[in-house]
C-alpha cells in the first residue's frame, strides 16, 4: 500500500483544516488507519485511529471534541477534519494504515506510512 498525506498548510488559531490519506496500488478497506503527528524536537504520537468499518475510532485527549476522522465507503481515502486548531496542534501529520482491519494506537503496529504533511497553527 502506498500513501499519500494532503491537506496541510498554515492557519490561524482557531481555524479548521482536512487532511486526507489516499492509498494507491491496493483498497485501504480493509485496513485499520491512524492519524499520528510529529512536532519539532518531539517524538511522533497518535492522534487518531479508525477501524476498517469506521465502527470504531479513537482521539488522543488533546484532540477530543475538535478533530474527526473519517472513512466513507467506496472511497480510498481517509480523512481528518481538524477544528478549533490550536498553536499547539503545529506538526507534521502522517496517515499510516496496519495490516489488520483493527487500528491500533501503537506507532509499531503499522506497516505502511505517507510522507507527512505539515500543519502550522499561528496564535
Known amino acids: 500500500v502506498q500513501l499519500q498525506a494532503s491537506g496541510g498548510g498554515l492557519v490561524q488559531a482557531g481555524g479548521s483544516l482536512r487532511l486526507s490519506c489516499a492509498a494507491s496500488?491496493?483498497?485501504?478497506?480493509?485496513?485499520?488507519v491512524g492519524w499520528f503527528r510529529q512536532a519539532p524536537g518531539k517524538e511522533r504520537e497518535i492522534v487518531a485511529t479508525i477501524n476498517w468499518d469506521g465502527g470504531s475510532r479513537t482521539y488522543t485527549d488533546s484532540v477530543k471534541g475538535r478533530f474527526t476522522i473519517s472513512r466513507r465507503e467506496g472511497e480510498n481515502t481517509v480523512y481528518l477534519q481538524m477544528d478549533s486548531l490550536k498553536p499547539e496542534d503545529t506538526a507534521v501529520y502522517y496517515c499510516a494504515a496496519s495490516r489488520g482491519s483493527v487500528a491500533s494506537t501503537r506507532l509499531e503496529s503499522y506497516q505502511y506510512w505517507g510522507q507527512g504533511t505539515l500543519v502550522t497553527v499561528s496564535s
Open positions: 496500488r491496493r483498497t485501504l478497506s480493509n485496513n485499520g
